[in-house]
């Protein structure tokens, strides 16, 4: 067997085995995009860069976070602080359940469901949302500090900022 079997023209990978060429998964082995590449390919103006400390549920941790800025978050207010809004977020089934039942008049149409946010406000989401996947794995004071902050989370959310129109020049 010849090295070109087990190589991956997609990911550009060779592997020891067919086996492993079969099972990969390609998005696992492409190299990473450097930020001058999503520079260049996006515009300098498309894309944002954040270093610094967010307040998570789990406390204070220091965050990176680097990408294109979401056309349809841009010009947009973050729904959670009210900075520029880079991301998009799509709630959870929970999370959208509990935004009805804290936010009088909430039932977004399936095209207006995403919650824009800045990148600091998306980590801290993201920090919770990952929290949540692994709460079976905490104890019950754990999993009651991930409640608390998820409602105290949704109950701050601007739902106005999730059904605000993108700027004109759209």
């Known amino acids: 067997m010849s090295d ?3 190589y991956c023209q997609d990911c550009e990978t060779s592997f020891d085995t067919l086996t492993e060429l079969r099972l990969h998964d390609c998005d696992d082995f492409r ?26 549920w789990s406390g204070t941790v220091e965050a990176t976070s680097t990408g294109p ?16 809004a880079a991301v998009l977020m799509d709630p959870t089934i929970e999370w959208k359940r509990i935004l009805r039942e804290e936010h009088d008049g909430y039932n977004p149409v399936s095209s207006h469901q995403q919650i824009p946010l800045c ?14 996947k692994e709460r079976g794995y905490y104890d019950d004071d754990v999993g009651a500090d991930i409640d608390a902050e998820r409602l105290d989370i949704l109950r701050s959310i601007n739902p106005d900022a999730i059904f605000a129109n993108p700027p004109e020049d759209f």
């Not at 800025?69 to 520029?84: N, P, V, Y």
């Not at 801290?124 to 949540?132: H, Q």
């Open 4 to 6: 070109t079997d087990r």
């Open 31 to 56: 190299a990473d995009e450097s930020t001058e590449e999503l520079e260049s390919e996006f515009g300098e103006s498309e894309t944002y860069e954040f270093h610094g400390e967010v307040d998570t």
């Open 69 to 84: 800025i979401i056309d349809q978050a841009s010009g947009r207010d973050c729904a959670l602080c009210g900075d520029d």
């Open 119 to 132: 990148p600091p406000c998306d980590v801290r989401l993201d920090a919770l949302r990952e929290g949540e």
